[in-house]
């Protein structure tokens, strides 16, 4: 008998690919079950004529093995479980592919030590591959002893014939699996087919709905309708009207007759209602007998959806055209997209700069006059609040299908009371930057539909453009407006160092040829920092106009944001030592939050460069760094003079500068705050200024994260100003 000629310390599961685990599944049967009780009269026939204790047979999957039958399997042996092939003889078996006869396991090397047939005392072996009708190897037919013995022929001939005899069962079997799997895939073609199909027999009686059809119609897979349904269907035409018995398609087919492009509307079990296009044909063989007829369900819901908007594209284009203001066009606006959806409400949003940062305002809506209450949205909304508010933050279309779950502007209690069930906010963008958010309620109940959104994203780039154009011309007026201011206050920023850069070169141009260089320094100093000065201008007028545009990139990633207030600290420290002005600073250990550290760096240079210079020699800043549920607050607060009640609106706006810069000659355009407000935003935060009793506090309040913080509550930020005061007037020992 050939035997394999190397020993292994184990037999290797990953060089088994011959195993079939396919046809072995179809072998598997509950216990008791008629293929088992089979396999274990097998394995006590081969026991006796092999005149051993005990037989089994095994059948693998993939890298396991698993008792099909038995006769005296020793106690506890898995009889139901897969056990792994690996260490087993078994394994050895399927692995080589030959049989395995071994007189002594305690003497034979080709038995791996951790076998599990030493621990069970099986002393003799002689295993034969069962293969299927293709040669493939299924399993081991065997015989054990529990003493050394020397195998018969006649003995290894009947475990082999039992081994052909478990081929000729494997075959039977698979034979059958075969058949299943052939029945098994047609049914899973059609249950995978977005297309919904159903079949009847010549007699009318359904026999076949496909999973999306059941799904559609709300029929449970193993609900089996009565004998007429079909004349019966849950179904109507696109304008309500019901069908009569002969107008159903699957039964006209039944009478020879091929039915294209008949138009269903079925109402969804959710509430929601969609049109289908239906054929149906009948079912004949080559004979011609008539086996019956199937109907086949095409969705084209989108398609009549994107007709429409065809025409509410047009409707926008010409309310647009006719409108001098965003107020004038969005009644017309609004009305034509949720009449053409046949969607019940709609609001529009407008986004506007205050002075505490970018915020949401209440434009107009359009309310169906078949909604059974009425809907108050709120004036204004911050960023993350509402369904408008959460399209804002994350410049993204947003879908609700349970309206009222996000706390605003629709309650729960609103929108329950109003019948509204799907939502959807819409950005209106242009240029990269969100102008606007257009939210459309529906009383029907609608999942996200990517074509819809798509479509809708075409007018929203129509109201967009219109936005940003008559932004643009509002900007114009009021550049045209206060040009003379703005070109007084540049003017005079540029004149100044241009006229010291030209004074110092006419001086240079003057001086002696023999000249020494130290004797040109100070000048070619004076022309170096009115360059700087100047150079400052122009970047500080470049980036203010790069973030107000939103051509500035920013790159948002997670940072240590109280080691980027540390950095920017670090870094005005010279300047206020020069000023004779002291910083302390109260700081965490790490504060982890989600923006440009770059972009943040310099938001804090600026806050803190601006107090510095109203700060008096002697005077103190204090920075202070907290975290709270969703929020981080920077607050700098100095003992400077203060900003009158009268000039606190106005901070923020460019180029502006207050009486105290303007007596004291301080050097500057007005773009240090503008721009350190506007990284703020762009980071979907906020700069306020709090009350102090004396001098200035700033406080700087940043999600911890963008896409996910709640709207800020509105509470006072920091500490009162009785104890703020007390803070600024502790030695600096008290701030870490």
């Excluded at 721009?675 to 700069?687: C, M, P, Y």
């Amino acid at each position: 008998m050939a035997q394999p000629s190397r020993k292994p310390s184990s037999v290797d599961a990953s060089v088994t690919p011959a195993v079939r685990g396919a046809a072995l599944a179809g072998l598997q049967m509950e216990p008791g079950g008629p293929v088992q009780t089979t396999a274990n009269r097998l394995a006590a026939l081969v026991a006796r004529a092999a005149a051993a204790p005990t037989a089994m047979i095994h059948v693998a999957e993939g890298r396991s093995i698993r008792l099909m039958g038995g006769w005296g399997v020793p106690p506890g042996y898995p009889r139901t479980a897969a056990i792994p092939a690996s260490h087993t003889l078994f394994g050895l078996v399927i692995q080589y592919g030959f049989p395995l006869v071994i007189e002594d396991v305690r003497l034979d090397a080709r038995v791996p030590a951790e076998a599990p047939v030493r621990a069970m005392g099986v002393r003799s072996y002689a295993g034969f591959p069962v293969r299927d009708p293709d040669g493939v190897i299924v399993g081991v037919c065997a015989v054990m002893d529990m003493h050394p013995r020397h195998w018969l022929a006649e003995e290894l001939a009947a475990v082999d014939e039992a081994a052909q005899t478990c081929t000729a069962l494997v075959g039977q079997r698979y034979a059958r699996q075969q058949v299943e799997i052939q029945r098994s895939f047609l049914d899973t073609l059609l249950n995978s087919l977005d297309t919904g199909v159903l079949a009847c027999d010549p007699d009318g009686r359904l026999v076949m709905v496909n999973r999306s059809l059941r799904l559609l119609l709300g029929i449970a897979a193993d609900y089996q309708p009565p004998e007429q349904w079909l004349r019966a269907l849950p179904v109507t035409h696109p304008d309500g009207r019901p069908f009569t018995a002969d107008e159903v398609p699957v039964l006209q087919a039944l009478e020879g007759r091929h039915v294209h492009g008949v138009e269903h509307a079925i109402a969804t079990p959710e509430g929601g209602r969609r049109l289908y296009s239906v054929n149906a044909h009948p079912i004949t063989r080559a004979d011609g007998e008539r086996l019956g007829a199937v109907s086949v369900f095409h969705d084209i819901t989108l398609r009549r959806r994107a007709e429409r908007f065809r025409g509410c594209e047009l409707a926008v284009t010409l309310a647009l055209n006719e409108a001098q203001t965003v107020e004038e066009a969005a009644p017309r606006v609004l009305a034509a997209i949720a009449e053409t959806l046949g969607w019940p409400y709609a609001e529009l949003w407008l986004v506007e700069p205050t002075p505490g940062g970018e915020v949401l305002r209440h434009v107009d809506r359009y309310r169906s006059p078949r909604l059974s209450s009425d809907l108050t949205p709120p004036a204004r909304l911050m960023p993350g609040q509402g369904l408008a508010g959460t399209a804002w933050q994350r410049a993204q279309p947003v879908w609700q299908t349970s309206v009222g779950e996000t706390g605003g502007p629709v309650t729960v209690e609103a929108a329950d009371h109003a019948g509204l069930r799907t939502a959807l906010a819409l950005p209106i963008s242009s240029g990269g930057r969100t102008l606007a958010v257009m939210t459309l309620f529906a009383d029907e109940v609608e999942d996200p539909q990517d074509d819809l959104v798509d479509t809708l994203s075409g007018v929203a780039t129509q109201i967009g453009q219109f936005i940003e154009r008559r932004r643009a011309e509002e900007l114009q007026h009021a550049l045209t407006a206060s040009k003379d201011e703005y070109l007084h206050l540049v003017g005079h920023e540029l004149r100044t160092p241009l006229t010291v850069i030209a004074s110092y070169i006419e001086l240079i141009e003057e001086a002696d040829p023999a000249s020494t260089l130290a004797e040109v320094a100070p000048m070619t100093a004076a022309i170096q920092r009115g360059s700087d000065r100047l150079r400052r201008l122009v970047e500080a007028l470049l980036d203010l106009s790069s973030l107000d545009s939103g051509r500035a990139e920013v790159r948002r990633a997670p940072i240590d944001f109280a080691d980027v207030v540390a950095a920017a600290v670090d870094k005005a420290r010279p300047a206020a030592e020069a000023a004779d002005v002291t910083i302390t600073t109260y700081l965490p250990a790490d504060l982890q939050i989600t923006g440009d550290r770059e972009r943040l760096s310099q938001m804090v240079a600026e806050l803190l460069d601006n107090a510095i210079t109203f700060t008096p020699a002697g005077g103190r800043i204090e920075v202070r760094l907290t975290r709270g549920e969703d929020w981080a607050d920077l607050i700098i607060a100095d003992t400077g003079a203060g900003i009158p009640e009268e000039e606190r609106p106005h901070i923020f706006q460019r180029f502006y500068r207050g009486q105290i810069t303007t007596e004291r000659a301080i050097a500057g355009a007005g773009l240090g705050l503008p721009v350190a407000q506007l990284i703020a935003q762009r980071h979907h935060g906020e700069i306020t200024l709090l009350p102090t009793d004396t001098g200035t506090a700033m406080c700087v309040r940043l999600p911890v994260d963008p896409l996910a913080v709640k709207p800020p509550p509105p509470t006072q930020v920091g500490p009162p100003a009785a104890e703020r005061a007390q803070l600024l007037e502790a030695p600096a020992d008290d701030f870490e």
